[in-house]
């Protein structure tokens, strides 16, 4: 999939504000397919940007929860693990960010984020499977003394040989997919987090990084996602203990 094909079917909307502990919940279970997110969770702006690449803005509906004052009924009504995301289709609710976004990408109509090539397929999951650890590595070394260690080093190299697997367009398969999803909301969030708090561009020497964030910025239903980098690294700061 292009980047140009990217805005097919792409509608901006007006974001709704978020639910708290005050607020009335929705009418649950009446039909209507519900993606329930945080503004400032990466986890959750993986099924957001999926939800918008595939043009399914009235079919999904987005309910920003907030985190700091969640709703007593988002527990006790929608999702017992009281985690976002969380996806409401046909009377279920169903979890995890990278089980999410291969669900919508199998279940609703839009272009298709994952390629048939089997050899793209197998590195697709070799890549899902890493995310978690590349993520506990740069966000383990954001509160850590010094300046960053070999692992963060060697995490972004990873990528940067990732990004070099396949020669048909500057994603990591290639062409736009789940994949460069899954990874996006963090490489933002740590781009910004390891320029200000370790002085480390995590672009240097990395151009292929490089090329992938500003090709990732042409691509609307991501765009749409971006949120302040001052306020996701304050929030950052405060869960990780930073001073």
Avoid at 73 to 101: C, M, Q, R
Avoid at 175 to 193: H, K, M
Wanted: negative net charge; contains cysteine.
């Amino acid at each position: 999939m292009s980047a140009v094909a990217a805005s097919f079917g792409y509608v901006k909307e007006v974001l709704p504000p978020s639910l708290n502990s005050f607020s009335e919940p929705p009418a649950l279970f009446d039909g209507t397919t519900r993606l329930y997110i945080s503004y400032i969770c990466p986890y959750a702006q993986r099924p957001w940007i999926v939800r918008n690449f595939k043009g399914l803005q009235k079919k999904i509906i987005l309910v920003p929860i907030d985190l700091q004052n969640r709703p007593d009924w988002y527990k006790e009504k929608v999702y017992p693990g009281n985690k976002v995301p969380a996806l409401e289709h046909n009377n279920e609710v169903k979890g995890e960010s990278l089980d999410l976004i291969k669900f919508i990408d199998e279940t609703f109509e839009g272009p298709k984020l994952l390629p048939n090539d089997p050899a793209k397929r197998q590195f697709a999951e070799e890549l899902f499977s890493y995310s978690d650890i590349f993520n506990m590595v740069i966000f383990k070394s954001l509160p850590a003394p010094g300046d960053i260690g070999e692992a963060v080093v060697a995490a972004f190299d990873k990528l940067e040989d990732a990004l070099s697997k396949f020669d048909d367009g500057p994603f990591l398969l290639g062409q736009f997919s789940l994949v460069d999803i899954a990874y996006a909301p963090f490489i933002e969030r740590f781009q910004y987090g390891l320029t200000e708090l370790k002085n480390y561009d995590i672009t240097k020497g990395r151009p292929k990084l490089a090329l992938w964030i500003e090709e990732l910025y042409k691509i609307d239903a991501y765009a749409e996602t971006v949120q302040d980098p001052k306020e996701l690294l304050a929030v950052a700061k405060k869960r990780l203990g930073i001073a």
